[in-house]
């Protein structure tokens, strides 16, 4: 039998989660649900949320939670995700982690773990650099990591504090972060 399993990915721009995963998603059978492609791809299709959102995306702030919360809400309610999900880039402030709670609860799911990839500043400026996606140029992306520390990072303490964090070390070979964060996930 296939065992439903719903991930939270944390850590900083740059951090690899994208990549992670999306290795993850395909090994289990389960979509990875990213806030960013959805807003990428809403921006490259110029619809309404992707013209609300290019502006904060463009300056590497974040786009307020009622362009996000909905969007969570219909997409966890998709067929494709009732066996299991990957969320990378959601909850990506505290009020969207309470928020994800409460949801949750109300679509009798449960999220197994939240996994944390730590990974050193220089590293991530660094990879962010050599990525060139549009808004991986130096202001912003200095802009991006302090809206991390000071949004972001206390979301690693919410799920510390329910007891469902683990960190892995990020700053390795990828297939290296991938083995780690299956034996996290197993653990
Ligand atoms: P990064 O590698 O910088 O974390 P993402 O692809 O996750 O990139 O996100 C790109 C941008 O999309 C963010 O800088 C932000 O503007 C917006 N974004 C993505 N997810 C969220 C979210 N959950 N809440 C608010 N803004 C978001």
Same mark, same amino acid.
């Given at each position: 039998? *296939?065992?439903?399993?719903?991930?939270?990915?944390?850590?900083?721009?740059? /951090?690899? #989660?994208?990549?992670?995963?999306? $290795?993850?998603?395909?090994?289990?059978?389960?979509?990875?649900?990213?806030?960013?492609?959805?807003?990428?791809? =809403?921006?490259?299709?110029?619809?309404?949320?992707?013209?609300? +959102?290019?502006?904060?995306?463009?300056?590497?702030?974040?786009?307020?939670?009622?362009?996000? &919360?909905? &969007? $969570?809400?219909?997409?966890?309610?998709?067929?494709?995700?009732?066996?299991?999900? $990957?969320?990378?880039?959601?909850?990506?402030? *505290?009020?969207?982690? +309470?928020?994800?709670?409460?949801?949750?609860?109300?679509?009798?799911?449960?999220?197994? %773990?939240? &996994?944390?990839?730590? %990974?050193?500043?220089?590293?991530?400026?660094?990879?962010?650099?050599?990525?060139?996606? #549009? @808004?991986?140029?130096?202001?912003?992306?200095?802009?991006?990591?302090? %809206?991390?520390?000071?949004?972001? +990072?206390?979301?690693? @303490?919410?799920?510390? #504090?329910?007891?469902?964090?683990?960190?892995?070390?990020?700053?390795?070979?990828?297939?290296? *972060?991938? =083995?780690?964060? #299956?034996? +996290? $996930? /197993?653990?």
């Amino acid at each position: 039998m *296939v065992q439903s399993i719903r991930l939270i990915f944390l850590g900083p721009p740059g /951090a690899g #989660k994208g990549t992670q995963a999306q $290795i993850l998603a395909e090994s289990h059978g389960i979509p990875h649900i990213s806030t960013g492609e959805i807003l990428r791809a =809403a921006i490259a299709n110029e619809t309404e949320l992707g013209q609300q +959102a290019q502006g904060f995306v463009d300056r590497g702030e974040l786009v307020p939670d009622s362009l996000i &919360l909905d &969007l $969570i809400r219909e997409r966890l309610q998709q067929p494709d995700a009732q066996q299991g999900w $990957i969320l990378d880039g959601f909850p990506r402030n *505290v009020s969207q982690a +309470a928020f994800l709670n409460t949801l949750l609860a109300e679509l009798s799911q449960q999220c197994n %773990v939240a &996994l944390n990839l730590e %990974v050193p500043d220089s590293t991530l400026i660094e990879r962010l650099l050599s990525r060139g996606r #549009k @808004d991986d140029n130096q202001e912003t992306i200095r802009r991006r990591l302090e %809206v991390y520390r000071e949004q972001t +990072a206390p979301v690693i @303490d919410f799920y510390q #504090k329910q007891g469902s964090l683990q960190s892995v070390n990020g700053d390795r070979l990828p297939e290296e *972060v991938t =083995a780690a964060l #299956k034996d +996290a $996930i /197993a653990s």
